[in-house]
């Protein structure tokens, strides 16, 4: 079982940053890829970003390319989400997730242990 709790969510105005972040228990992180989706409302999970096990491999969702970035520091058991130049269309309920699976993934079904999610707002 991990647990993992997501923190760094706000309000922030259109073109703002912030930094995700999300902190998980268990003395295997690092042998788990890392996800983070979000959920507009009214709409369904959508992947925003994957990282792999040791970090030298990342995906994004073509919304986000080039304005966010994921990271992570095996050592504190935390992955990271940078989100620059913001939307109000990247307002929504942000989550990370981790994947148990050999493969790193963007389908939501690869993904095994989620957090509460963090609220972000971008207001316009």
């Known amino acids: 079982q991990v647990q993992l709790v997501e923190s760094g969510g706000g309000l922030v105005q259109a073109g703002g940053s912030l930094r995700l972040s999300c902190a998980a228990s268990?003395?295997?992180?690092?042998?788990?890829?890392m996800g983070w989706f979000r959920q507009a409302p009214g709409k369904e999970r959508d992947f925003v970003a994957a990282?792999?096990?040791?970090?030298?491999?990342?995906y994004y969702a073509d919304s986000v390319k080039g304005r966010f970035t994921i990271s992570r520091d095996n050592a504190k058991n935390t992955v990271y989400l940078q989100m620059n130049s913001l939307k109000s269309e990247d307002t929504a309920v942000y989550s990370c997730?981790?994947?148990?699976?050999?493969?790193?993934?963007?389908?939501?079904?690869?993904?095994?242990?989620w957090g509460q999610g963090t609220q972000v707002t971008v207001s316009s």
């Open positions: 997730a981790v994947s148990t699976a050999q493969t790193m993934g963007v389908r939501i079904p690869l993904y095994d242990y």
């Open positions: 268990g003395r295997t992180f690092s042998r788990y890829h």
């Open positions: 990282i792999s096990r040791g970090g030298s491999m990342s």
